[in-house]
T-cell receptor, first 113, second 114 residues
Framework: SQQGEEDPQALSIQEGENATMNCSYK?????LQWYRQNSGRGLVHLIL?????REKHSGRLRVTLDTSKKSSSLLITASRAADTASYFC?????????????FGEGTQLTVNP | EAQVTQNPRYLITVTGKKLTVTCSQN?????MSWYRQDPGLGLRQIYY???????DKGDVPEGYKVSRKEKRNFPLILESPSPNQTSLYFC?????????????FGPGTRLTVL
């Protein structure tokens, strides 16, 4: 089964609104990463948060990590139509498989102009 | 320009006809990996390589082979493709261990096996 699972599967909002996507995982991790994918194209790295960090910011992106709940969230503030894409979280397996990344199925975000 | 390139970008083939998808990176990255992406299943790792001559299985290695003879290249080989290998394939690379570092993805190869 997938290590990381995103929620919701799809999200549709208006331009200017905030978008929140969640990721839950099953085993302990060293790091968690978020990626973005425009339709049919390669993934682009957004942010990496380490297991000893609780929050990280990058421009309009804010990522939180709660290792006790095994969950992370990605917040995109003041969304734009260009933010329309799929967003994936990726986790490693902690001590058991730290060199391997497991991706969730993604959240499809649509930002309507 | 720092990038990961894949060739071909699109490929239609028939069952059993051996094929190779090439992957090359110009960033001197140690870590490279292959993923396949299927609707409803997300991205699944096929194989990864920590460095030259070091490869290991990912989550779905059956039916695939890889080699890492040079640091920059990591080809994916399908010895006898089957229709269930129809998918979108991505190569990725990173400096150091993949889970600790940003992965750089190639543009993808859309493979159809008839």
């Amino acid at each position: 089964s997938q290590q990381g699972e995103e929620d919701p599967q799809a999200l549709s909002i208006q331009e200017g609104e905030n978008a929140t996507m969640n990721c839950s995982y099953k085993t302990s991790i060293n790091n968690l990463q978020w990626y973005r994918q425009n339709s049919g194209r390669g993934l682009v790295h957004l942010i990496l948060i380490r297991s000893n960090e609780r929050e990280k910011h990058s421009g309009r992106l804010r990522v939180t990590l709660d290792t006790s709940k095994k969950s992370s969230s990605l917040l995109i503030t003041a969304s734009r139509a260009a933010d329309t894409a799929s967003y994936f979280c990726a986790t490693d397996g902690g001590e058991t498989s730290g060199s391997r990344l497991t991706f969730g199925e993604g959240t499809q975000l649509t930002v309507n102009p | 320009e720092a990038q990961v390139t894949q060739n071909p970008r699109y490929l239609i083939t028939v069952t059993g006809k051996k094929l190779t998808v090439t992957c090359s990176q110009n960033m001197n990255h140690e870590y490279m990996s292959w993923y396949r992406q299927d609707p409803g299943l997300g991205l699944r790792q096929i194989y990864y390589s920590m460095n030259v001559e070091v490869t290991d299985k990912g989550d779905v290695p059956e039916g695939y082979k890889v080699s890492r003879k040079e640091k920059r290249n990591f080809p994916l080989i399908l010895e006898s493709p089957s229709p269930n290998q129809t998918s979108l394939y991505f190569c990725a690379s990173s400096s150091g261990v993949g889970s600790y570092n940003e992965q750089f993805f190639g543009p993808g190869t859309r493979l159809t096996v008839l």
